[in-house]
């Protein structure tokens, strides 16, 4: 992970290079979540989180709303280091909470979206003189690098039930990653959607106004742009539908007629009508499923929070043994 002055412009288009020509040759074509996240598909996630189907953010906002208040007088954080941290808007909840609690020194948001996160740490840095706001531009799939001389205790956060959009074994490893950056006393805040009825999930990504449409096809427009890709974005559309097996929400793009895109140093792409990419998945959790997740990773659930209609989570856990450093 990099501050934003000196983000690896070159590596991160190789990366995206290998993940989109590996994405592209599966039998089911994939493409990485992650690269929805450029200031336009930041905006339009900013935009779907204000949508009447969207219910997961208002979920959360509620929760924080109620809980962050009682959860930061007791934990008390120096630092608050927050994964995929886009506007942090629902943050500044905790934010506020851990400066009443009087110990608060560093907020750290981590984020792909180097342009939006950057005016994001901006905007912090003007409502909160008192606390340093240091942004770090990264893959939260990577390893976690936080300093040694990281503020404790800290809270790690990983809201918006991001944690979805990773399949179960990198969820695992990315939950691993926290849990061994952790220190004695750190705690990992986390959101998470919960299992509910299927009609109300997929409401939530087929909205009315075609919001979601646009954030999915952004994507496209991002290796056209970033890529030098031809894709036609007229000629693929939104789908996006509930996996009752494996609890998930699969979000596609699929191709309205035989078609071939051309992207430089990857070569020409075939789709056949009605063939798709799929370009997300958002997984719905449980109580059973997530202490699992955040067991196998050494970790203990101290508190479990959740609305009255069961609709999401939050969720605090802490190292069952020791923890990096004492
Ligand atoms: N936490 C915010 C934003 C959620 S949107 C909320 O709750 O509303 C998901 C955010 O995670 C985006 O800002 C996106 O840029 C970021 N993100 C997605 N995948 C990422 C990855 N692999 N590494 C770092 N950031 C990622
Ligand atoms: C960021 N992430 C948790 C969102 C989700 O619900 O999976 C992204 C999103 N995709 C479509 N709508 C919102």
Redesign the pocket.
Known sequence: MTSIAERPDATSLIAMLRDVACGLSRSQKELP??YF?DRRG?EL?DAI?RLPEYYL?RS?RALLDCWSGPLMSVLRPAALV?????????TRLLLDAMVYAGRAELYVP????AE?LEEAAGDLREEYKTLGIEPLV????DPLALGDDLPAPAVIAF??S?IG?FDPPAAHRLVRNVAGAMRHGDRFLL?ADLRKDARVIEAAYNDRDGVTAEFNLNVLRVLNRELGADFDLDAFEHRAFYDRTLHRIEMHLVSTHDQTAHIPGVGDVAFAGGESIRTEISCKYDHASLSEMLCSAGLGIDRWITDAGSTYALVVASRTHGGKRS
């Open positions: 979540p992650k996240y930041s996630f989180t953010t959360e927050e994964l995929g941290a886009g506007s942090a808007d629902k981590i984020d792909v979206s939006f990264g893959d939260i799939a809201l918006g991001t959009n959101g």
